[in-house]
């Protein structure tokens, strides 16, 4: 709760927890109506103490999100009061003139429906301005953020739920005001809807790839329905065991129970890397319902040594090699050297679906290292083989963080049974393929903001001269 003005911008606060102060959210969310009192009274008090132009409120993206926000609240039958109308106009006026094309992505969209929404909303010359200068954005930016799998191009599965809802925002508006909009906004929404039924977990929520939290965007069974009512669906094919997303460079693998997803993309467009997480090869699997090996998510964001813990290669279900990133990720949004993939390969066999990618992240160092991964998944087993290619002698950690309630027991040095650690039950047995030990070790995993859940995670060390082969088996039948 805000007791006071000065908590519209506390300095002691992470600014992501001040902008969503300034998004007014909550005007929009399930039994809003039942608070439409208190609401008005909230927006007379951001009026009152948040001048125009003064403090975090005003930055571009809460003043885009906050503008579409009032006015989805304004269509839903609330009055907005005449102070808040003008300020309306306002806001309108000091977005058209800040447009964020320093950052480009899901940030210049947001202020793109922004300027749409606000144009349809006032009549006259400056609101056509305002819808005809949105319109061009969109025009320009859609066609290369929505790739031609469907995945946005910042390749993080929270930020393409926002860009879906985002779309079908548009299309919604445009259908509430009897006004045509371009068609490939409907082909883009189907697109979408694919990749996320494609790139979503057995208990329907998405996969933690670069930055990803719960509760941030609509759950995708949420934007589903969403877009059903419009009466947008995406091709209703059965599932394949094997779908290779390649433009954005993920794949996903199915057999049994078992649903893993794989990342052989890049960290997000060369210009656009302020999401990328080093997670370059990592993966994510479920057995039925249950997630098994996890990425680490996202609790924070900003500067600070946890952002940087969270975004590194040793917070992702891949290989460290010398204990460094495979992608150099600094500061809370920047990435400078980053790993490319250099070669992919998806083939299936006799109820054998198998990918193959290999990574140049790692060759800067002495005997230019390079990490070849294979995932073989089967019903009932899962391999995964590292070869580790280049000279010289490293280290190499092949890391599997655990999701939270699963605990690791150790067998013996080369193998772990993990159980539930409520009921007890067996999950599955993590074996190597040699005397390499398994280190069982404390983390914690991030599924929302603010938010750090104790965890396990099990570490293989390799030691030796390059180049080297591991291979590390997961089991879930006959326990």
């Not at 150099?328 to 490319?340: H, L, N, P, S, T």
């Not at 019903?379 to 309630?405: C, T, W």
Request: hydrophobic fraction near 40%; include cysteine; proline fraction near 4%.
């Amino acid at each position: 709760m805000i007791s006071d003005a000065e908590h519209w911008n506390d300095s002691t606060k992470d600014k992501l927890w001040l902008y969503h102060l300034h998004y007014f959210d909550d005007l929009n969310a399930e039994g809003a109506a039942r608070r439409s009192s208190w609401h008005e009274a909230l927006m007379e008090r951001w009026l009152n103490e948040n001048p125009p132009g003064c403090g975090v409120g005003w930055e571009p993206y809460p003043t885009s999100l906050r503008i579409v926000n009032w006015i989805k609240w304004a269509f839903s039958g609330c009055s907005m009061s005449s102070s808040a109308l003008s300020s309306l106009a306002v806001q309108a006026r000091w977005l058209r003139r800040r447009l964020e094309y320093h950052l480009l992505g899901n940030h210049l969209l947001a202020n793109a429906k922004a300027l749409v929404f606000v144009g349809l909303f006032f009549a006259g010359d400056e609101g056509l301005c305002w819808y005809r200068k949105g319109m061009a954005l969109l025009a320009r930016e859609l066609p290369e953020q929505v790739m031609a799998d469907g995945g946005h191009f910042e390749r993080s599965p929270m930020y393409h739920q926002i860009v879906l809802e985002d779309l079908l925002d548009l299309i919604n508006l445009h259908q509430a005001c009897n006004l045509e909009y371009p068609f490939q906004w409907l082909e883009a929404a189907r697109r979408m809807l694919r990749w996320s039924r494609l790139m979503r977990h057995p208990d329907g929520e998405i996969a933690f790839f670069n930055d990803a939290a719960f509760g941030v965007a609509p759950a995708p069974r949420q934007v589903d329905a969403y877009a059903r009512r419009m009466g947008i669906t995406c091709k209703e094919e059965i599932l394949s065991p094997l779908c290779h997303l390649a433009a954005s460079g993920y794949v996903r693998l199915a057999a049994g129970k078992a649903v893993l997803l794989a990342d052989m993309a890049p960290v997000g467009p060369d210009y656009l890397p302020g999401h990328a997480h080093a997670d370059t090869l990592s993966f994510e699997l479920s057995l039925g319902t249950q997630r098994v090996v996890v990425n680490g998510g996202t609790s924070v964001y900003g500067n600070g040594d946890e952002r940087l813990r969270q975004r590194s290669t040793s917070s992702h279900a891949t290989v460290v090699v010398d204990g460094k990133n495979s992608s150099e990720v600094w500061g809370g949004f920047r990435v400078a050297r980053r790993a490319r993939i250099i070669k992919t390969k998806v083939w299936n066999e006799e109820n054998l679906y198998c990918v193959a990618a290999a990574h140049d992240g790692y060759r800067y160092l002495c005997g230019s290292p390079v990490h070849w991964r294979t995932w073989l998944l089967k019903d009932g087993e899962l391999r995964i083989k590292d070869e580790l290619l280049g000279k010289g002698v490293h280290q190499a950690e092949i890391i599997f963080p655990l999701a939270p309630g699963l605990l690791p027991e150790a067998e013996n040095g080369n193998r772990v049974l993990v159980v539930d650690e409520q009921g007890g039950g067996r999950i599955c047995r993590l074996q190597t393929d040699s005397c390499t030990n398994i280190t069982v070790e404390r983390t914690t995993w991030h599924p929302r903001f603010g938010e750090a859940v104790a965890a396990w995670r099990l570490r293989l060390i390799l030691y030796g001269e390059f180049p080297l082969f591991h291979q590390t088996v997961l089991r879930w039948e006959d326990l």
